[in-house]
Each structure stands twice: as C-alpha cells, then as structure tokens.
C-alpha cells in the first residue's frame, strides 16, 4: 500500500486483533484495511464507515494456531476442520 497513488501513509498504531483496530478507528478519520466481508460484519457493531480501496491490494493469508496439547483433542480438531472448510467455501 505504501507509495499506491503517489502517496505514503502515516501509520499512527497498530493493533494485535481486528477489534482493536475497530475500537480504535471508529468515530474518527483514521483508517484501517480489512477483508471485505469481515469489515461488512464488523460495521454492524461499530460506527464505520465502507470504502472500497482506489487500488488493487495483495493478498494475505489466514493461520490458526493452537496449543500443542490439543492436537488430538477431538473437539478441537472438529472446530478446526469447521472453520477451515468455511473459509475455503467463502474465497470460492
């Protein structure tokens, strides 16, 4: 993103989590870039405002992590299967 249109960006933080940043931008002028249809749930529970980018932005990738003491834990790995197979679905 930096140097897109001729210009460079000023960044003022940053934040661990997507929520952070939510509580963080909202209300104000400052902005942030998330996916799509997870700004379009997060505007649902912060004043924000949607725009669509002037630019073409890369890609990103998406990991899970876990504590090594779940790894045959069931359960978990039902969840993990879950949310992968949803995230797969969503980029189709």
Sequence with gaps: MDGAM???RAVVCSAP???SAC??????DR???????????AAEHFPLRLLELP?????????????STRDRDR????????ILSTLSASSQ
């Design 55 to 67: 630019f073409r932005a890369k890609g990103f990738s998406i990991g899970l992590h876990w504590l």
């Design 23 to 28: 509580l963080l931008v909202a209300g104000t």
């Design 6 to 8: 001729g210009r460079q």
């Design 31 to 41: 902005v942030m870039t998330l996916p799509r249809q997870l700004a379009a749930r």
């Design 75 to 82: 359960e978990h790995a039902a969840m993990r299967a879950f």
């Design 17 to 19: 989590h997507f929520l």
